[in-house]
T-cell receptor, first 119, second 112 residues
Framework: GAVVSQHPSRVICKSGTSVKIECRSL??????MFWYRQFPKQSLMLMAT?????????EQGVEKDKFLINHASLTLSTLTVTSAHPEDSSFYIC???????????????FGPGTRLLVL | KQEVTQIPAALSVPEGENLVLNCSFT??????LQWFRQDPGKGLTSLLL?????REQTSGRLNASLDKSSGRSTLYIAASQPGDSATYLC???????????FGTGTKLQVIP
């Protein structure tokens, strides 16, 4: 099946620094990528949807200036947490949606996640 | 607004038992429904995807059913094993929209 990678898998940073998380679709072109956040013992909450070459669409309550999303190519999207604070500590998961091809079912593939800890 | 609920929130069973996990959704106008497992501290592993036109999907010991009219899906696990211990999430993708809504999850523990 299709593979989505994330880098880094784990990051620890000091409060006030910025952290960039990369999401790559390894063997398919993803016209749409999604970023989710998961707090401990909670389900995934969608943060934003990004389409290649256009601005991301953020969910209500998600600060677009704090969580910068760039979808520069069909295989790469980045999430930058700017001026991170301890409350931003969470598990961030990206997802990529493959386009339809000859009758294939459009499926959403998930990355392994990035655990962010802000001290 | 689509709401997805999973019951029970946690389940503990002895090895070898057959079990059923439930997923309920409020808006039946869906495109598809997907079941995932998540191991502690890990990402999601897709288990089964059911299109809105389908009633069930099977993969090995797993069988997922979909009843759109009642807004329900079940994940049946046969002959459970300790390796099945994980959190199981269902996710509903609505028709016409891109946003997938995840359920609250069921944490399964299979005791050897």
């Amino acid at each position: 099946g299709a593979v989505v990678s994330q880098h880094p898998s784990r990051v620890i940073c000091k409060s006030g620094t910025s952290v960039k998380i990369e999401c790559r679709s390894l063997d398919f072109q993803a016209t749409t990528m999604f970023w989710y956040r998961q707090f401990p013992k909670q389900s995934l909450m969608l943060m934003a949807t990004s389409n290649e070459g256009s601005k991301a669409t953020y969910e209500q309550g998600v600060e677009k200036d704090k969580f910068l999303i760039n979808h520069a190519s069909l295989t790469l999207s980045t999430l930058t947490v700017t001026s991170a604070h301890p409350e931003d500590s969470s598990f961030y998961i990206c997802s990529a949606r493959a386009g339809l091809a000859g009758g294939e079912v459009e499926t959403q593939y998930f990355g392994p996640g990035t655990r962010l800890l802000v001290l | 607004k689509q709401e997805v609920t999973q019951i029970p929130a946690a389940l503990s069973v002895p090895e070898g038992e057959n079990l059923v996990l439930n997923c309920s959704f409020t808006d039946s106008a869906i495109y598809n429904l997907q079941w995932f497992r998540q191991d502690p501290g890990k990402g999601l592993t897709s288990l089964l995807l059911i299109q809105s036109s389908q009633r069930e999907q099977t993969s090995g010991r797993l069988n997922a059913s979909l009843d759109k009219s009642s807004g329900r899906s079940t994940l049946y696990i046969a002959a459970s094993q300790p390796g099945d211990s994980a959190t199981y999430l269902c996710a509903v993708r609505p028709r016409g929209y891109q946003k997938v809504t995840f359920g609250t999850g069921t944490k399964l523990q299979v005791i050897p």
